[in-house]
Nanobody, 125 residues
Framework: QVQLVESGGGLAQAGGSLRLSCSVSRGTFSRAAVVWFRQAAGKEREFVAG????????YYADSVKGRFTISRDNAWNTVYLQMNSLKPEDTAAYYC??????????????????WGQGTQVTVSS
């Protein structure tokens, strides 16, 4: 069973920064992709950023490109989402998700069988 646990959400002012962490219980990351999605109130869950565990290639939604950075720590089985220059429209519940066997990062939430419980990010203007 794969477990993902997010942490690091909270309240920030516009222009500020937060760092989210996603701890992944499964130790074998060959052919894995780990991603972040977010869901604002009343909206669909949307892709934010993703990383291929092997090689570390990263992908970003246009709305966060240049502001957010996804990275991984092999030793701690953890994926991070560094969020800078936050905007009120970044307010959402953020979820990490993972899939194995197909390492390509997909922006389709249906492609990810493993999800964390989510962490709330609120950005005030």
């Amino acid at each position: 069973q794969v477990q993902l646990v997010e942490s690091g959400g909270g309240l920030a002012q516009a222009g500020g920064s937060l760092r989210l962490s996603c701890s992944v219980s499964r130790g074998t990351f060959s052919r894995a992709a780990v991603v972040w999605f977010r869901q604002a109130a009343g909206k669909e869950r949307e892709f934010v950023a993703g990383i291929r565990w092997t090689g570390g290639t990263t992908y970003y939604a246009d709305s966060v490109k240049g502001r957010f950075t996804i990275s991984r720590d092999n030793a701690w089985n953890t994926v991070y989402l560094q969020m800078n220059s936050l905007k009120p429209e970044d307010t959402a519940a953020y979820y990490c998700a993972a899939k194995y066997g197909m390492p390509d990062v997909s922006t389709n939430k249906g492609d990810y069988p493993y999800w964390g419980q989510g962490t709330q990010v609120t950005v005030s203007s």
